[in-house]
Nanobody, 123 residues
Framework: QVQLVESGGGLVRAGGSLRLSCAAS????????MGWFRQAPGKEREFVAT????????YYADSVKGRFTISRDSAKNTVYLQMNSLKPEDTAVYYC????????????????WGQGTQVTVSS
C-alpha cells in the first residue's frame, strides 16, 4: 500500500519561498507519476504539478509555471515542490499524490493521497 507523507508547509509572506516534501513508501515507484495538488477554502482541489518517476519529465499548471519546480530524489523516495515568488492566492492545503498508471496529465489516475500540508501566504 502506498503511503505518502507531506511536510514543509507554513506561513510565509508574499514573494517568499517554501519547499514541500513528500516521502513515499510501500511500493517501487519507478513506473509511477507523482503529483502535487492543492485545495483552497471553499474551492475544489486543483492540479499543481506532476513528475514522472522514471524519466523526470514534468507538467505544470499555468498558474504556477515559472514559479514552482517539482523534482524527485529516487534514493530518498521523496518528491519535492519548490515554491518561489509565492502569492496570497497560493494559500491552500497542498497534497501529494501518486498514480500507478504513470500519466502526468490524467488527474483521475492519481488515487493515492497524503494527508496534506497547509501553506499560507500573507500579503
Amino acid at each position: 500500500q502506498v503511503q505518502l507523507v507531506e511536510s514543509g508547509g507554513g506561513l510565509v509572506r508574499a514573494g517568499g519561498s517554501l519547499r514541500l516534501s513528500c516521502a513515499a513508501s510501500g511500493r517501487t515507484f519507478s513506473n509511477y507519476a507523482m503529483g502535487w495538488f492543492r485545495q483552497a477554502p471553499g474551492k475544489e482541489r486543483e492540479f499543481v504539478a506532476t513528475i514522472s518517476w522514471s524519466d523526470g519529465s514534468t507538467y505544470y499548471a499555468d498558474s504556477v509555471k515559472g514559479r514552482f519546480t517539482i523534482s524527485r530524489d529516487s534514493a530518498k523516495n521523496t518528491v519535492y515542490l519548490q515554491m518561489n515568488s509565492l502569492k496570497p492566492e497560493d494559500t491552500a492545503v497542498y497534497y501529494c499524490a501518486a498514480s500507478a498508471r504513470g500519466s502526468l496529465t490524467i488527474m483521475k489516475y492519481f488515487t493515492s493521497w497524503g494527508q496534506g500540508t497547509q501553506v499560507t501566504v500573507s500579503s
